[in-house]
C-alpha cells in the first residue's frame, strides 16, 4: 500500500519560502506523476502542479511564478518551494500520486495534510 | 481556467437515502472527471474517476453519469460513513479545478 507523508515548517513569515517534502513509501517514485494540492481554510481545493520522475513538471499559472516542485528518486521524496508567501497562502497542503487513465489522470493516494501558516 | 459549478452546495439527507450531487463544467471536458469525498481534518479520498469508473476499494453504492458538460454523482442508499463533502475535479486542461464542493449532512 502506498503511503505518502508531509513535512516541513508549519509557520512561516510573510515575504519567505514555503518548503515541504514528501516521502513515498510502500512503492517507488518512478513511473508515476506526483501533485501538489491545497486546501485553504473553508475553502475549496486548489491543484498547485506536477511532477513526473524524470523532473517534467506542470504548475498552475496563477502559482507559476513563485513555485518550484523537485523529485529526488533516490530518496522517494519530491518537494514545493513557494516564495514570496503571504496570507493567502495559509492552507492545508496534500501531496498526492495520480493514477492515469484513457481520461487523464485522477489522484488516488492522498498525504494526511500539512497546515501552514503564513504569519509574522 | 475551466469552471466546476456543483450543486447543491449542501444538502440534507438520512440513512437510506437516495443522493444525488451535480457537477457542471464551463466547457466540455469530454469524461476527464473525478469525484473525491473528503471528511473533516481528513485528507480527500478517490471515488470515481474518468466520470464513471469505480476506484478499487470503493462501495458499490458509489456511481458516477455524464450528460454533456453535467456530470452526477449518485449514492444508492445513504450510509452513515457517507457523510462527508463531495468534490468534483476536472483534468481536461491545465490547471486541474475543482467544484465548490457539496456537503452532505
Known amino acids: 500500500q502506498v503511503q505518502l507523508q508531509e513535512s516541513g515548517p508549519r509557520l512561516v513569515k510573510p515575504s519567505e519560502t514555503l518548503s515541504l517534502t514528501c516521502t513515498v513509501s510502500?512503492?517507488?517514485?518512478?513511473?508515476?506523476?506526483w501533485s501538489w494540492i491545497r486546501q485553504p481554510p473553508g475553502k475549496r481545493l486548489e491543484w498547485i502542479g506536477f511532477?513526473?520522475?524524470?523532473?517534467?513538471?506542470n504548475y498552475n499559472p496563477s502559482l507559476k511564478s513563485r513555485v518550484t516542485i523537485s523529485v529526488d528518486p533516490s530518496k522517494n521524496q519530491f518537494s514545493l518551494k513557494l516564495r514570496s508567501v503571504t496570507a493567502a497562502d495559509t492552507a492545508l497542503y496534500y501531496c498526492?500520486?495520480?493514477?492515469?487513465?484513457?481520461?487523464?489522470?485522477?489522484?488516488?493516494?492522498w498525504g494526511q495534510g500539512i497546515l501552514v501558516t503564513v504569519s509574522s | 481556467d475551466i469552471q466546476m459549478t456543483q450543486s447543491p452546495s449542501s444538502l440534507s439527507a438520512s440513512v437510506g437515502d437516495r443522493v444525488t450531487i451535480t457537477c457542471r463544467a464551463s466547457?466540455?471536458?469530454?469524461?476527464?472527471l473525478n469525484w473525491y469525498q473528503q471528511k473533516p481534518g481528513r485528507a480527500p479520498k478517490l471515488l470515481i474517476y474518468?466520470?464513471?469508473s469505480l476506484f478499487d476499494g470503493v462501495p458499490s453504492r458509489f456511481s458516477g453519469s455524464k450528460s454533456g458538460t453535467d456530470f452526477t454523482l449518485s449514492i444508492s442508499s445513504l450510509q452513515p460513513e457517507d457523510f462527508a463533502t463531495y468534490y468534483c475535479?476536472?483534468?481536461?486542461?491545465?490547471?486541474?479545478?475543482f467544484g465548490q464542493g457539496t456537503k452532505v449532512e
Open positions: 475535479q476536472q483534468t481536461y486542461n491545465s490547471p486541474r479545478t
Open positions: 498526492a500520486r495520480d493514477g492515469y487513465s484513457g481520461y487523464g489522470a485522477h489522484s488516488d493516494y
Open positions: 510502500g512503492g517507488p517514485i518512478s513511473d508515476y506523476y
Open positions: 466547457q466540455t471536458i469530454s469524461s476527464y
Open positions: 511532477i513526473y520522475y524524470n523532473g517534467v513538471t
Open positions: 474518468a466520470a464513471s
